[in-house]
């Protein structure tokens, strides 16, 4: 195959080879970064809790009246009592939070009291020695709470712990040889907190951008927090009871006191739901990304489509006389994909150009991250198929123009 | 002549359906995304306070310091005692402080169990300064604030629930396990963003329910409901301590007219922060900013990442059809050189070449219009599958986006046959009169 003759008809069609180059580029940059985005979005989705997902719900309790921290500790135990009491119920812990809540309580973690410049930060949660059970996760050094060691704090009083349990993630980053278990660090206090337990993994409150830092690092502090407010209660239903476990334990907190207020709509939630409701931005996200590649592809695909055809028909009368002259019905069909190729080199080679340029544009203004390199290399190889099948339908009706046009119109 | 122009390009545009169809489900769908897009985008980015953005300031201190602050910016809110001083120091015209509130409403009239609320904590200037219309009554004033009276203003959402819509002005309200009385109740008000309270919040959430006194609030040590954020070791045993500690947690606004009086309370912040660096309560020297509404909005980055990039790769989407759109208007213009031709030899003006194909392009724009209002009200509907729920219901369709996405159309396709029109103009007739 010579590329000369295939130059030499294009330089006549300099706008239309134009044209499909350049719409080529931008889908290759679009379509590009696009799948980046999905990839992103759905591997921060899909990243796990360490949680027993499945059997787990959280119930939000807010107390109806201005209760002093002695009255909001005894309607906790009372209310701990009654759930963990439930058929359907596995075991109920207090917290001031759950995983994927959206936000909540997080410290800075020093390692000395003088220390200025934070270590490292953690996500807080305050609960009892049911909580490693309820959660599901799984203890890897150490030992659980005591529950002497479980003690009633107000908010904003001075009941810091001596004794936490921290996730792996954090014992790595505190102690990077290993040696975390019985050593201490410091939380935004003067003394010391001591770490008896290590859990395997437990996601954070929250899994916005800025805690991407740190990712999975929580503590476990052995406090019941006693807030003017309200509380949340994890609960982990026995597996299949969920729906069950769900019903009965808003009936028995109602039943437990009136003077409280959990929400018909989302007071008592599922942890699926809650999942729903942490990623659906993430998730929002990869779905129009996906629906702009596909109508994009689809788009640039018949725009070749309409091109080459016209082309084809432009150029009847040059196909009969190649034939007459001896061209093979091959030559022709290989001549029209030849001429794509060529399009489509000088699109995608523009459109890398494009890809990197917004990808770096994205990076300075919309918090993004560097394109990987197949990316790029696996966004080229579509388009370049795109266009080749997009060329086919019309290149195979050129193959098969018959050398007798040639002598017609002459 | 208009008439006669559609009519021709109708003609024409039958003549290749499957072209033509391309044509249009190519503009349709990239005006569609473009203007779905747009419409969160639009909501999500509008001026909450047009009338008044330039003239409400949110004023920073940073009592953090190098150590702590944000890489050189202050911090988000204000500390109790800093707050306290701006308030006392009365420089602005008007002032308030607030924190976001959420407390349960106690039984009440013919309901027997109590429901949740959530407001904000405010001084009685919010009210003049964010110009918030009232239904019933007012808000409250000064003096109130100074004798910390239990006062309270209601949404009128609120209102309807609590007394049936009834005037409810003199009558009390128990929040929180305390008597408030109602002063006021305010119209639907929910400016989007909600710039006023950006700490620890997205701006996008349910309106308040009430708006309680800032002082009494205070007095009952109602906790915050929103972000309380502290730096560096601190020693935190009960209320008192933490008013007095480092943590941040008050959002101050001022309302400022002129150039004046915005560099009269820049410098004031300025020398409060020396005062307080004298005084040896700050190791740093003064570091204070004054950002109006716009600027307030910027720095805090209320537009959510997802509408600007979905914007973004809509509108790329958008060109990249205007792109395929040259190409197949390229093809079928110069299909009819031929026609093009005969008409030109018959006398039609190179003018009225341009005329008949532009006529035919925004006919092609119509149609694809039509398409993306289609498709735009569909995708509205379905908006909550792809944006957050408290963003997603902002998206909506009015008159002003169903001009644009049939104006955008038009003009992006008649945009795009200017090219393919020129060379459809450019034939000439004496050499396709000849081969054909």
Redesign the interface.
């Known amino acids: 195959m010579h590329v000369q003759p295939i130059l030499a008809a294009l330089r006549r069609h300099k ?2 080879t134009a ?2 180059a ?2 080529i580029a ?2 290759l ?2 379509v590009c ?2 799948l980046f ?1 999905i990839h992103q979005r759905l591997s921060h989705l899909s990243e796990p809790t360490g949680i027993d997902e499945a059997n787990l719900f959280v119930i939000e309790s ?6 002093s921290n002695q009255q909001v500790d005894s309607q906790i135990q009372s209310d701990l009592a009654a759930l963990r009491q439930l058929p359907g119920v596995r075991d109920a812990a207090p917290s001031n939070s759950y995983p994927l809540r959206g ?1 909540g309580w997080d410290d ?1 973690i ?1 390692m000395t ?1 003088e220390q ?2 934070k270590t490292t930060d953690a996500s807080v949660y305050l609960s009892d020695e049911h909580l490693l059970d309820t959660l599901g996760v799984k203890l890897i050094a150490g030992r659980n709470f005591r529950p002497d060691e479980i003690e009633p704090m107000g ?4 009941k810091m712990p001596s004794v936490a349990i921290v996730t792996k993630a954090l014992a790595d980053k505190l102690y990077p040889d290993g040696s975390a278990l019985g050593k201490t660090f ?1 939380s ?3 003394r010391p907190i001591t770490i008896i337990g290590i859990i395997e993994r437990l996601q954070r409150q929250e899994v916005d951008t800025w805690s991407r830092d740190y990712v999975y690092q929580d503590m476990l502090w052995p406090r019941r927090l006693d ?3 309200g509380t949340y209660y994890i609960v982990r239903a026995k597996p299949g009871q969920l729906a069950a476990a769900m019903r009965e334990s808003r009936k028995a907190l109602i039943a437990q006191n ?4 959990i ?1 018909p709509d989302d007071g008592v939630l599922s942890f699926a739901e809650i999942r729903h409701r942490a990623y ?2 993430d998730r ?2 990869a ?3 996906g629906i ?1 590649c596909a ?2 592809l689809v ?2 695909g ?2 070749i489509v ?2 080459t ?2 082309w084809v ?2 150029r009847r009368k040059q196909i009969g006389i190649r034939r007459a002259l001896g061209a093979t019905r091959h030559d022709i069909l290989g001549y029209f994909l030849a001429e794509n190729l060529l399009i489509g080199v000088a699109g995608v080679l523009i459109g890398i150009v494009l890809a990197v340029a ?1 990808n770096l544009w ?1 990076i300075m ?3 993004m991250t560097r394109l990987p390199l197949w990316y790029v290399l696996a966004s080229v190889a579509v388009l370049l198929l795109l266009g080749q099948g997009a060329a086919l339908a019309p290149a195979l009706r050129a193959s098969r123009v018959s050398p007798v046009v040639a002598t017609r119109t002459i | 002549m208009f008439a006669y122009y559609f009519d021709l390009a109708l003609r024409s545009l039958k003549r290749n359906p499957v072209l033509t169809g391309l044509m249009v489900v190519a503009i349709g769908f990239g005006v569609a995304a473009s203007m779905i897009t747009y419409s969160v985008f639009r909501a999500v980015s509008g001026d909450p306070i047009p009338d008044k953005s330039a003239r409400l300031f949110a004023p920073q201190i940073d009592s953090w310091g190098p150590e702590h602050n944000l890489k050189g910016e202050p911090p988000l809110a204000l500390n109790y005692v800093d707050a306290m001083a701006l308030m006392h120091a009365h420089i602005a015209k008007r002032q308030t402080l607030l924190y976001p509130v959420s407390l349960p409403v106690l039984p009440a009239g013919n309901r027997s169990l109590p429901a949740k609320g959530s407001g904000y904590a405010v001084y009685g200037d919010f009210f003049r300064m964010f110009e918030v219309p009232f239904l019933y009554g007012d808000g409250w004033s000064t003096a109130q604030d100074e004798s910390r009276a239990a006062v309270v203003v209601l949404s009128e959402e609120f209102n309807q629930k609590q007394f049936g819509g009834a005037n409810s002005v003199g009558r009390e309200i128990n929040i929180g396990g305390h008597d408030y009385r109602i002063v006021g109740v305010t119209r639907h008000w929910n400016p989007v963003p909600r710039f006023y309270s950006l700490f620890g919040s997205s701006g996008f959430g349910r309106p308040a329910d009430f708006y309680v006194s800032f002082t009494r609030a205070l007095d009952l040590r109602t906790d915050t409901a929103g972000n309380n954020s502290c730096r560096g070791t601190i020693k935190m045993s009960g209320w008192d301590d933490w008013l007095h500690s480092n943590c941040v947690w008050i959002e101050p606004w001022v309302e400022l007219d002129n150039a004046n009086e915005v560099a009269r309370y820049r410098s004031f912040l300025e020398a409060y922060s020396a005062d307080q660096q004298r005084a040896g309560r700050f190791s740093w020297a003064p570091n204070v900013r004054l950002r109006d509404v716009t600027e307030w909005l910027e720095y805090m980055r209320v537009v959510p990442p997802e509408s600007r990039i979905s914007l973004l790769v809509s509108l790329g989407f958008l060109v990249i059809c205007l792109v395929n759109t040259i190409g197949l208007l390229l093809a079928k213009f110069m299909r009819r050189a031929g026609e093009i031709g005969v008409r030109r030899a018959l006398g039609a003006s190179r003018r009225e070449i341009y005329m008949q194909f532009l006529m035919e392009a925004a006919t092609v724009g119509l149609f694809g219009g039509l398409l993306g209002l289609l498709l735009t009200a569909a995708g509205i509907s379905g908006v909550g599958l792809l944006f957050r729920p408290e963003i997603a219901r902002l998206a909506h369709v009015d008159l002003v986006l169903v001009a644009m996405t049939l104006g955008v159309a038009v003009t992006a396709t008649v945009v795009a046959a200017f090219y393919p029109t020129w060379r459809a103009a450019q034939v000439q007739p004496a050499w396709h009169l000849k081969t054909n």
């Open positions: 706008a239309g044209l499909i350049l719409q931008l889908t940059a679009i970064n696009a985005i807010q107390w109806a009246g201005d209760l936000g800075f020093m009291p200025k410049e908010e904003r009083e001075d410091y935004m206090s003067p807030t003017q407010w009136r003077m409280r207020i929400d659906d931005s929002g996200m779905i129009l990304m702009i109508v994009l788009i640039t018949a725009g309409g091109l055809s016209f028909g432009q917004i994205m203004h919309v918090e």
